[in-house]
C-alpha cells in the first residue's frame, strides 16, 4: 500500500492557444517521465533530472509545468530540448500568479515529437554514507564497501530512477515517498591495512588502542575519490570454516571515518588492544629536582651604555616520562613484536633531548635492569609544534622481562613562574 | 519445539514483485536454517547470523523483513546471497515510509528456485560475563581455579538451537545498539498497513513449527538433543584468537532463553602454583596489608618443568582470561571450605600473571612511627619590588630543611615465609638517597624530599616523582625494622610573622 501523499507533476502542451494568464484554459497531454535522474551530490541540494518527450506543433507551443506537496525551487528549473526534428526555440518562460506552475512558450520549425529534459532542485532529501569492512583473517588486507542511505521525505514518489547520492550511480525500480534506500556505491578490494598500536595518556590512561590505517590512494587500492565523513563498521574473517558455507565473520569494532582526500591515511579505532600495555610515570629529570629547569641569562644593555648579564624572563623546563611497556600479544600461539605509537602532548619549543631503554629482568629484590641500544626499537615522530609520537618496535615480553622506556623533553623558553605575590 | 510469544521477525517473499506501492501478494517463509549468536561482553551489543532457504522466481524479487518489538538495530542488518552468485544480484535495501521495524530487499534473479541466504544484525540485550571460584588449598601454594561462562538474554526473544560465541575483548562502538534500534524512522510516521501486520501475523503463525536445524556446516550440525541413558560431560568452550580478541565457542548449540541466565564451564584447572603477596601503599590509601593470589596465565608445568598434557580446558596460558568476579576459598584438609573473599579481576593476557585482591590481612601488622624530627639549615632572603620610585620590601622568603626520621615495625604472624611490597609516597619530589655521601642537589636551592632509605634490606624501587616502593621478605613470626628518614627541603616559604610592608627610596 502506498502510503505518501501522492504528489503532481505534470507537463502540458497547450497547442497555441494565446490566452490571458489570470483564466488559463489548458487543453493537455500528460508526457510520461521516460528517465529520471536524482542527484544528491552537492550535499545541500537534490538535483532531479527527467525526460519526457512532447508532440510540438509547428510554430509557438505553450510548454506548461506545475507541481504540487513538493518542494520545488521555482527559479532552479531549466528547460533544454535534448532531441527534435527541426530548429526549436524557447522563446521566454512564463510565472503565472499564485500558482506553483510556470510554462514556457516554444518555437518549433516542425510539428513532431520533441524530447524534453527539465532539471530542477527540490528539498528534503538525503544521502548518508556508510562503510563495511571486512578483513582478512590475518589483517593484511581489507574490502571496503561503501554504502549510500539516502532518505525520500521531498513528498514525491519516483518509479523506475537512477540515484547518484554522491558515491557511485544506483538505478532503483521505485523510490516512494518516505522511503530510504542503501545502496552499494563503491567498493575496494584488497585494501592495505596497517595495524597500529596507541597509546595516548591524554585520551585514556590506562588502555592501549588498535587502529587500522587505510590510505586513500591508487598504490592502496582506493584513490577514487575523496572518502565522505561516515560510520565504518568492520568484519573480520574467521580462521576456519568448518563446513561453513559462508565464511563466518564476527564483528570488529566500529569508527567514524573522517572526510578523507585523496592520499591522505584514514585512521579506525577498532578497539582496545588488551595484550600491550602501557603505564606511564612523571619522573624526576636525571640527576633529580635540580635539573628540572635550566636558568638562562641573557646579555644586558642599560640606558647609560653599560653591558652586563642578567637572568631573563625564560627558562628551559626539563621533564622525563617513564613508560612501563609489556607487550603479551601472540599471533597463532607466538608471541610477536607489535609496533606501538606513544603520543605526547607538548607546545612551544621543545625537543627531545634524552631517551633511555631499560630492559628489566627478574622482580622484586631480584630485578635487574640493564640500559639497551634504542636506535633500531624507538623514532621520534614530530607531528607539529603541539603533537610528538614515539615509534616503538615493542619486542614480547613476560612477566620476567619488560621493557621501560624514559623520555626527556626539554621545553624551552618558558615563561619562568611569576615572583611570589605580596600577602 | 518452544517458542517465545514474541517472534522477532519474518521474511516475506513477495513472488509477484509489482509496483512500489503494491500489497503483500504471496507470503512464504523460509525456513530458518541455522543461527549463530556472537555475543559481547564490553558492550551491550550480540550479532545474530542466520541461514535461510529463499525461492525466487526469475525477475526481480521483494523480500519483506521485519522486527516489530525488539532491539535491533535497522542499519546494521545485512542480507548475503550464499550461493547462485553470477545469477542472483542484491539490487537495493529499502526501508518503507514511518517504518523502523522493516525493510525490503529487491533482488534481481536469472534462475527460478532456492537460494541460500544469510541475514545478520545486531540487536541489543544479550551480554555475557566471566567468573571464577578459586579454591586455595590449606598452605596457599596450589588453587584450582574454574571459570565460567554466564549468557544473559533480556532481548525479549528465544534464541533457540543457537551456535553461542562470546567475544573476549572492547570493541569500539560508536552509538549504542540499544538507541539505535529505538531511532524513529526520518519523516512523519505511517500507520502500519492491515496486511503488513496481517503478513506478520501469519508469519508468525507458521514460524510455529519451523526452525529446523539444518546441514549449514558450522551454524547447523550438532543439534541440541542429548541422550539420557550416557553420562554427560559439560560442554568444552573452544577458544581462539581473533585480531586483538578472543572468540569463546561454546560446544554444538543452545537454547538461549529470555530472562534464563544459562552459566557453563569455560576452563577448569586443578593445581595451578599459588603465590601469596602482601601489598601496602600510600597511594591507595591503605593503613593495613592487603592480601594478593598471584598466579601466572602460563601453561602447566610438571615437577620436571616440563609442559603438562592437559586438554585445553584443564590448562592455562592457551587464551586471556577475561575480566569477571572472583571468588576464593581456602580448603581444609577435610575438604571444608572457608570463603576468603571476592573481587573483580581484569583481563589477564597469555603469558601475564593474574593478581586477585583477597582482602585485608590483619596476620602481618605494620607500625610506622616517627621517632624523631629536626629542622636546619635555616636561611631567610628579604625580596623587595621596585614600585615606582621606591623599593618596597614585601617580606622574608625562608628556606630550611626539615627532617623526619620513621621506624617502621613489621611483624609477620603467618606459619610460612611471606613476601611484602610497601610503597610509599611523599609530599615533594623524591631524590633517593644512597649509601654514599649527600646526594646532588643538597646544597642547592630546588625543594624537594631527600629519601634515605639505603639501610633496607631489599631493593627499593622508586615508581614516580612522589612514590618509592620497597620490597621485604619476612620469616614467619619474626620481627623486622625498617629505619629511613626523609629531609623535605623548604624553599621560599612565606613569612608568618615578618609581613610588614617597608618603603625606601632608589
Same mark, same amino acid.
Given at each position: 500500500?502506498?502510503?505518501?501523499?501522492?504528489?503532481?507533476?505534470?507537463?502540458?502542451?497547450?497547442?497555441?492557444?494565446?490566452?490571458?494568464?489570470?483564466?488559463?484554459?489548458?487543453?493537455?497531454?500528460?508526457?510520461?517521465?521516460?528517465?529520471?535522474?536524482?542527484?544528491?551530490?552537492?550535499?545541500?541540494?537534490?538535483?532531479?533530472?527527467?525526460?519526457?518527450?512532447?508532440?510540438?506543433?509547428?510554430?509557438?507551443?505553450?510548454?506548461?509545468?506545475?507541481?504540487?506537496?513538493?518542494?520545488?525551487?521555482?527559479?532552479?528549473?531549466?528547460?533544454?530540448?535534448?532531441?527534435?526534428?527541426?530548429?526549436?526555440?524557447?522563446?521566454?518562460?512564463?510565472?503565472?500568479?499564485?500558482?506553483?506552475?510556470?510554462?514556457?512558450?516554444?518555437?518549433?520549425?516542425?510539428?513532431?515529437?520533441?524530447?524534453?529534459?527539465?532539471? %530542477?532542485?527540490?528539498?528534503?532529501?538525503?544521502?548518508?554514507?556508510?562503510?563495511?569492512?571486512?578483513?582478512?583473517?590475518?589483517?593484511?588486507?581489507?574490502?571496503?564497501?561503501?554504502? *549510500?542511505?539516502?532518505?525520500?521525505?521531498?513528498?514525491?514518489?519516483?518509479?523506475?530512477?537512477?540515484?547518484?547520492?554522491?558515491?557511485?550511480?544506483?538505478?532503483?525500480?521505485?523510490? @516512494?515517498?518516505?522511503?530510504?534506500?542503501?545502496?552499494?556505491?563503491?567498493?575496494?578490494?584488497?585494501?592495505?591495512?596497517?595495524?597500529?598500536?596507541?597509546?595516548?595518556?591524554?585520551?585514556?590512561?590506562?588502555?592501549?588502542? *588498535?587502529?587500522?590505517?587505510?590510505?586513500?590512494?591508487?598504490?592502496?587500492?582506493?584513490?577514487?575519490?575523496?572518502?565522505?565523513?561516515?560510520?565504518?563498521?568492520?568484519?573480520?574473517?574467521?580462521?576456519?570454516?568448518?563446513?561453513?558455507?559462508?565464511?563466518?565473520?564476527?564483528?570488529?569494532?566500529?569508527?567514524?571515518?573522517?572526510?578523507?582526500?585523496?592520499?591522505?591515511?584514514?585512521?579506525?579505532?577498532?578497539?582496545?588492544?588488551?595484550?600491550?600495555?602501557?603505564?606511564?610515570?612523571?619522573?624526576?629529570?636525571?640527576?633529580?629536582?635540580? @635539573?628540572?629547569?635550566?636558568?638562562?641569562?641573557?646579555?644586558? %644593555?642599560?640606558?647609560?651604555?653599560?653591558?652586563?648579564?642578567?637572568?631573563?624572563?625564560?627558562?628551559?623546563?626539563?621533564?622525563? *616520562?617513564?613508560?612501563?611497556?609489556?607487550?603479551?600479544?601472540?599471533?597463532?600461539?607466538?608471541?610477536?613484536?607489535?609496533?606501538?605509537?606513544?603520543?605526547?602532548?607538548?607546545?612551544?619549543?621543545?625537543?627531545?633531548?634524552?631517551?633511555?631503554?631499560?630492559?628489566?629482568?627478574?622482580?622484586?629484590?631480584?630485578?635487574?635492569?640493564?640500559?639497551?641500544?634504542?636506535?633500531?626499537?624507538?623514532?621520534?615522530?614530530?607531528?607539529?609544534?603541539?603533537?610528538?609520537?614515539?615509534?616503538?618496535?615493542?619486542?614480547?615480553?613476560?612477566?620476567?622481562?619488560?621493557?621501560?622506556? %624514559?623520555?626527556?623533553?626539554?621545553?624551552?623558553?618558558?615563561?619562568?613562574?611569576?615572583?611570589?605575590?605580596?600577602? | 519445539?518452544?517458542?517465545?510469544?514474541?517472534?522477532?521477525?519474518?521474511?516475506?517473499?513477495?513472488?509477484?514483485?509489482?509496483?512500489?506501492?503494491?500489497?503483500?501478494?504471496?507470503?512464504?517463509?523460509?525456513?530458518?536454517?541455522?543461527?549463530?549468536?556472537?555475543?559481547?561482553? #564490553?558492550?551491550?551489543?550480540?550479532?545474530?547470523?542466520?541461514?535461510?532457504?529463499?525461492?525466487?522466481?526469475?525477475?526481480?524479487?521483494?523480500?519483506?523483513?521485519?522486527?516489530?518489538?525488539?532491539?535491533?538495530?535497522?542499519?546494521?542488518?545485512?542480507?548475503?546471497?550464499?550461493?547462485?552468485?553470477?545469477?542472483?544480484?542484491?539490487?537495493?535495501?529499502?526501508?518503507?515510509?514511518?517504518?523502523?521495524?522493516?525493510?525490503?530487499?529487491?533482488?534481481?534473479?536469472?534462475?527460478?528456485?532456492?537460494?541460500?541466504?544469510?541475514?545478520?544484525?545486531?540487536?541489543?540485550?544479550?551480554?555475557?560475563?566471566?567468573?571464577?571460584?578459586?579454591?586455595?588449598?590449606?598452605?596457599?601454594?596450589?588453587?584450582? =581455579?574454574?571459570?565460567?561462562?554466564?549468557?544473559?538474554?533480556?532481548?525479549?526473544?528465544?534464541?533457540?538451537?543457537?551456535?553461542?560465541?562470546?567475544?573476549?575483548?572492547?570493541?569500539?562502538?560508536?552509538?549504542?545498539?540499544?538507541?539505535?534500534?529505538?531511532?524513529?524512522?526520518?519523516?512523519?510516521?505511517?500507520?502500519?498497513?492491515?496486511?503488513?501486520?496481517?503478513?506478520?501475523?501469519? #508469519?508468525?503463525?507458521?514460524?510455529?513449527?519451523?526452525?529446523?536445524?539444518?546441514?549449514?556446516?558450522?551454524?547447523?550440525?550438532?543439534?541440541?538433543?542429548?541422550?539420557?541413558?550416557?553420562?554427560?560431560?559439560?560442554?568444552?568452550?573452544?577458544?581462539?584468537?581473533?585480531?586483538?580478541?578472543?572468540?569463546?565457542?561454546?560446544?554444538?548449540?543452545?537454547?538461549?532463553?529470555?530472562?534464563?541466565?544459562?552459566?557453563?564451564?569455560?576452563?577448569?584447572?586443578?593445581?595451578?602454583?599459588?603465590?601469596?603477596?602482601?601489598?601496602? #601503599?600510600?597511594?591507595?590509601?591503605?593503613?593495613?596489608?592487603?592480601?594478593?593470589?598471584?598466579?601466572?596465565?602460563?601453561?602447566?608445568?610438571?615437577?620436571?618443568?616440563?609442559?603438562?598434557?592437559?586438554?585445553?580446558?584443564?590448562?592455562?596460558?592457551?587464551? /586471556?582470561?577475561?575480566?569477571?568476579?572472583?571468588?576464593?576459598? #581456602?580448603?581444609?584438609?577435610?575438604?571444608? $571450605?572457608?570463603?576468603?573473599?571476592?573481587?573483580?579481576?581484569? &583481563?589477564?593476557?597469555?603469558?601475564?600473571?593474574?593478581?586477585?585482591?583477597?582482602?585485608?590481612?590483619?596476620?602481618?601488622?605494620?607500625?610506622?612511627?616517627?621517632?624523631?624530627?629536626?629542622?636546619?639549615? =635555616?636561611?631567610?632572603?628579604?625580596?623587595?619590588?621596585?614600585?615606582?620610585?621606591?623599593?618596597?620590601?614585601?617580606?622574608?622568603?625562608?628556606?630550611?630543611?626539615?627532617?623526619?626520621?620513621?621506624?617502621?615495625? =613489621?611483624?609477620?604472624?603467618?606459619?610460612?615465609?611471606?613476601?611484602?611490597?610497601?610503597?610509599?609516597?611523599?609530599?615533594?619530589? =623524591?631524590?633517593?638517597?644512597?649509601?654514599?655521601?649527600?646526594?646532588?642537589?643538597?646544597?642547592?636551592?630546588?625543594?624537594?624530599?631527600?629519601?634515605? $632509605?639505603?639501610?633496607?634490606?631489599?631493593?627499593?624501587?622508586?615508581?614516580?616523582?612522589?612514590?618509592?616502593?620497597?620490597?621485604?621478605?619476612?620469616?614467619?613470626?619474626?620481627?623486622?625494622?625498617?629505619? &629511613?628518614?626523609?629531609?623535605?627541603?623548604?624553599?621560599?616559604?612565606?613569612?608568618?610573622?615578618?609581613?610588614?610592608?617597608?618603603?625606601? /627610596?632608589?
Amino acid at each position: 500500500m502506498r502510503t505518501f501523499v501522492s504528489a503532481f507533476l505534470g507537463i502540458f502542451v497547450l497547442l497555441a492557444v494565446a490566452l490571458p494568464a489570470q483564466a488559463r484554459i489548458k487543453l493537455t497531454t500528460l508526457p510520461e517521465r521516460e528517465s529520471v535522474r536524482i542527484d544528491i551530490q552537492n550535499g545541500r541540494y537534490t538535483l532531479v533530472e527527467e525526460e519526457r518527450t512532447v508532440n510540438l506543433q509547428a510554430g509557438r507551443n505553450q510548454v506548461d509545468f506545475s507541481w504540487a506537496n513538493i518542494n520545488i525551487d521555482k527559479d532552479s528549473i531549466v528547460f533544454r530540448i535534448i532531441r527534435a526534428d527541426g530548429e526549436v526555440n524557447v522563446l521566454n518562460t512564463n510565472y503565472p500568479p499564485n500558482e506553483n506552475a510556470l510554462y514556457w512558450t516554444v518555437s518549433a520549425e516542425k510539428a513532431g515529437p520533441a524530447v524534453v529534459r527539465i532539471s %530542477y532542485l527540490i528539498a528534503n532529501m538525503a544521502a548518508e554514507p556508510s562503510y563495511q569492512g571486512v578483513v582478512e583473517n590475518d589483517e593484511k588486507k581489507l574490502l571496503l564497501q561503501v554504502y *549510500m542511505t539516502v532518505t525520500n521525505t521531498s513528498g514525491e514518489s519516483f518509479g523506475e530512477c537512477a540515484v547518484q547520492p554522491g558515491v557511485g550511480k544506483t538505478t532503483v525500480r521505485y523510490f @516512494n515517498d518516505g522511503e530510504r534506500k542503501r545502496m552499494l556505491a563503491a567498493k575496494f578490494a584488497e585494501v592495505p591495512v596497517a595495524k597500529r598500536y596507541v597509546f595516548d595518556a591524554a585520551v585514556d590512561q590506562e588502555k592501549t588502542r *588498535m587502529y587500522y590505517r587505510l590510505t586513500n590512494d591508487k598504490e592502496n587500492q582506493m584513490g577514487g575519490f575523496p572518502l565522505p565523513y561516515g560510520k565504518v563498521r568492520l568484519f573480520i574473517k574467521e580462521p576456519k570454516a568448518d563446513g561453513d558455507v559462508a565464511r563466518s565473520q564476527a564483528f570488529l569494532g566500529e569508527d567514524w571515518a573522517q572526510y578523507t582526500p585523496l592520499f591522505a591515511p584514514l585512521d579506525l579505532y577498532v578497539g582496545v588492544a588488551q595484550d600491550v600495555k602501557v603505564e606511564r610515570f612523571q619522573m624526576d629529570p636525571e640527576g633529580g629536582v635540580r @635539573n628540572a629547569f635550566d636558568e638562562l641569562t641573557a646579555p644586558r %644593555y642599560t640606558i647609560d651604555g653599560k653591558e652586563g648579564v642578567t637572568k631573563p624572563l625564560f627558562r628551559n623546563v626539563r621533564s622525563r *616520562m617513564r613508560y612501563r611497556l609489556q607487550n603479551f600479544k601472540t599471533e597463532k600461539g607466538d608471541p610477536i613484536t607489535v609496533p606501538l605509537t606513544i603520543k605526547e602532548h607538548v607546545d612551544g619549543q621543545w625537543i627531545v633531548e634524552k631517551v633511555v631503554l631499560k630492559e628489566i629482568l627478574g622482580e622484586r629484590n631480584e630485578q635487574k635492569e640493564k640500559e639497551i641500544p634504542y636506535a633500531d626499537l624507538f623514532t621520534v615522530k614530530r607531528i607539529d609544534v603541539n603533537n610528538v609520537e614515539y615509534e616503538v618496535k615493542l619486542p614480547p615480553t613476560t612477566i620476567d622481562k619488560k621493557y621501560d622506556l %624514559y623520555v626527556t623533553t626539554l621545553k624551552m623558553f618558558v615563561r619562568s613562574p611569576a615572583p611570589p605575590a605580596a600577602p | 519445539m518452544n517458542r517465545s510469544p514474541r517472534v522477532l521477525f519474518f521474511a516475506a517473499l513477495l513472488l509477484a514483485a509489482g509496483p512500489a506501492g503494491a500489497a503483500v501478494d504471496v507470503v512464504t517463509l523460509p525456513t530458518r536454517e541455522g543461527t549463530q549468536l556472537t555475543i559481547y561482553n #564490553s558492550e551491550d551489543i550480540t550479532m545474530v547470523r542466520e541461514h535461510r532457504l529463499l525461492t525466487v522466481k526469475e525477475g526481480v524479487n521483494r523480500i519483506q523483513f521485519a522486527w516489530a518489538n525488539t532491539l535491533i538495530d535497522p542499519t546494521s542488518i545485512e542480507f548475503r546471497i550464499l550461493d547462485q552468485q553470477d545469477k542472483v544480484d542484491l539490487v537495493d535495501t529499502t526501508f518503507p515510509a514511518g517504518r523502523n521495524d522493516a525493510l525490503q530487499w529487491n533482488i534481481k534473479s536469472q534462475m527460478a528456485g532456492k537460494i541460500a541466504v544469510e541475514i545478520r544484525y545486531f540487536t541489543s540485550g544479550i551480554t555475557w560475563a566471566a567468573d571464577y571460584v578459586g579454591i586455595a588449598n590449606e598452605d596457599e601454594t596450589k588453587l584450582a =581455579v574454574t571459570g565460567y561462562v554466564r549468557v544473559f538474554n533480556n532481548s525479549g526473544e528465544l534464541y533457540d538451537n543457537a551456535q553461542t560465541r562470546m567475544v573476549v575483548g572492547n570493541i569500539n562502538l560508536v552509538e549504542k545498539i540499544a538507541e539505535l534500534a529505538r531511532r524513529p524512522p526520518p519523516g512523519p510516521a505511517a500507520p502500519q498497513s492491515n496486511l503488513a501486520q496481517q503478513a506478520f501475523a501469519n #508469519s508468525l503463525a507458521k514460524a510455529e513449527g519451523m526452525a529446523v536445524p539444518g546441514p549449514m556446516g558450522g551454524m547447523g550440525g550438532m543439534g541440541g538433543g542429548m541422550g539420557f541413558a550416557q553420562p554427560q560431560k559439560p560442554k568444552a568452550v573452544v577458544k581462539e584468537g581473533l585480531s586483538e580478541y578472543f572468540l569463546f565457542t561454546i560446544e554444538g548449540r543452545e537454547d538461549i532463553k529470555d530472562k534464563e541466565p544459562k552459566r557453563l564451564v569455560a576452563m577448569k584447572v586443578a593445581e595451578v602454583p599459588l603465590e601469596s603477596i602482601y601489598k601496602l #601503599s600510600d597511594r591507595a590509601g591503605e593503613t593495613q596489608f592487603t592480601k594478593y593470589y598471584r598466579f601466572k596465565n602460563v601453561k602447566l608445568l610438571d615437577e620436571n618443568g616440563k609442559e603438562k598434557k592437559l586438554s585445553a580446558m584443564e590448562n592455562l596460558g592457551l587464551s /586471556p582470561l577475561p575480566n569477571g568476579m572472583v571468588r576464593l576459598f #581456602s580448603e581444609y584438609k577435610n575438604k571444608d $571450605l572457608a570463603y576468603v573473599g571476592g573481587t573483580q579481576t581484569k &583481563y589477564v593476557p597469555i603469558g601475564d600473571r593474574v593478581e586477585v585482591n583477597v582482602g585485608a590481612d590483619k596476620d602481618i601488622t605494620i607500625q610506622r612511627h616517627l621517632k624523631d624530627q629536626k629542622i636546619g639549615n =635555616v636561611a631567610v632572603r628579604q625580596y623587595k619590588r621596585r614600585v615606582d620610585d621606591q623599593f618596597v620590601q614585601y617580606y622574608d622568603l625562608v628556606d630550611y630543611d626539615e627532617t623526619f626520621y620513621f621506624e617502621e615495625e =613489621v611483624v609477620s604472624g603467618k606459619p610460612v615465609p611471606v613476601k611484602t611490597e610497601v610503597e610509599r609516597h611523599f609530599e615533594a619530589d =623524591v631524590v633517593l638517597w644512597g649509601e654514599g655521601d649527600q646526594p646532588a642537589g643538597w646544597n642547592g636551592n630546588a625543594p624537594g624530599a631527600y629519601v634515605d $632509605l639505603h639501610t633496607i634490606a631489599g631493593r627499593v624501587e622508586r615508581v614516580d616523582q612522589q612514590d618509592v616502593k620497597y620490597f621485604l621478605d619476612l620469616k614467619p613470626g619474626k620481627k623486622q625494622l625498617v629505619q &629511613y628518614s626523609v629531609t623535605y627541603k623548604r624553599r621560599k616559604v612565606g613569612p608568618e610573622l615578618n609581613t610588614e610592608r617597608k618603603r625606601e /627610596p632608589l
